[in-house]
Nanobody, 126 residues
Framework: VQLQASGGGLVQAGGSLRVSCAAS????????VGWFRQTPGKEREFVAA????????RIAEAVMGRFTISRDNAKNTVYLQMNSLKPEDTAIYYC????????????????????WGQGTLVTVSS
């Protein structure tokens, strides 16, 4: 499966941005999807995940209440809606997919993911 992340850009603190992850190559609802982010010198960290059926989601504590994840299996796309952005949200955002598991399973450990997109840069100015 190939993943294409898009939608990143420059936004002021307090603003909103939606990044997308489009998949091709395999049946999309075979995969749970996760978003991770990384800044220079730091490890890649979990942001949000959504199950194969879209019923279950998991949000990292650092972004809870500000970020939401959703998916449209008909469009083979997962979205990360980011509101009330802070400068510390600045990072490259990566999407990844995980095959197998139950339909409502979500994963926060990046080692559980099989395929990764190329990332999209989100910059939040103060």
């Amino acid at each position: 499966v190939q993943l294409q992340a898009s939608g990143g850009g420059l936004v002021q603190a307090g603003g909103s941005l939606r990044v997308s992850c489009a998949a091709s190559g395999r049946t999309f609802n075979n995969y749970a999807v996760g978003w991770f982010r990384q800044t220079p010198g730091k490890e890649r960290e979990f942001v949000a995940a959504i199950s194969r059926n879209g019923v279950s989601t998991r949000i990292a504590e650092a972004v809870m209440g500000r970020f939401t994840i959703s998916r449209d299996n008909a469009k083979n796309t997962v979205y990360l809606q980011m509101n009330s952005l802070k400068p510390e949200d600045t990072a490259i955002y990566y999407c990844a997919v995980r095959s197998g598991g139950s339909y409502d399973y979500t994963a926060s450990d990046l080692r559980e993911y099989d395929y990764w997109g190329q990332g999209t840069l989100v910059t939040v100015s103060s």
